[in-house]
């Protein structure tokens, strides 16, 4: 990337690769998998999700 007058950074059109440590992508999978357990630690907590769904009727819904 270039910069124009005003020292905004602008696009060349040319492929960048960024240097990003290795360990920053694990810290997000690591973030986005406790986010997932905190989802369906509410989901499993929320009243309206007391009763099972049967297997068959999710099958039927999704058409398998």
Do not use: F, H, Q, Y
């Amino acid at each position: 990337m270039t910069r124009d007058s005003s020292g905004k950074p602008r696009r060349t059109g040319r492929n960048v690769v960024a240097g990003v440590p290795v360990e920053d992508p694990r810290r997000l999978d690591e973030r986005e998998d406790r986010e997932d357990v905190t989802e369906v630690d509410r989901r499993l907590r929320d009243p309206r999700n007391a009763k099972p769904i049967p297997l068959a009727r999710v099958k039927a819904r999704l058409g398998l």
